[in-house]
């Protein structure tokens, strides 16, 4: 009886692991997925004649060289902004032409599936 309470109660702390592994990842999978979703065009930042800002966001859920690129265009596709990443620290540097909310960066890297961890003004 003993080994039957055991067993259940792993069984219930695997399922629980699974679930908690799939709703971790499903959004990220399916705004396009990780590890070669075949979209390798960059897109170009803003050119920024000046720099009014500078800010550091630190990006959770990017793994792949396709990762850092799909976060990197989703932050260059906003007006007035300059991002670079750099993967090995998930951290992406970005330059602002004009004043850009925090709401709207991270608005641009949630919607395709990763996380805001925190926003640094520089």
Known sequence: ??????????????VCIV???????IAHFLNGGCCGSGNDLVIKPSKIKHVIGTKIIKIDGMHCSSC????????N??????AKIDGRKHLATIKLGKDISD??????VSGIGYTVVSIKNL
């Open 77 to 82: 596709s906003i007006d007035g902004v300059n």
């Open 103 to 108: 709401a709207t960066l991270e608005q641009a």
């Open 1 to 14: 009886m003993n080994s039957m309470i055991t067993n259940a109660v792993i069984l219930i702390a695997l």
């Open 68 to 75: 850092y690129r799909r976060v990197q265009n989703a932050l």
């Open 19 to 25: 679930l908690f592994s799939v709703k971790h990842s």
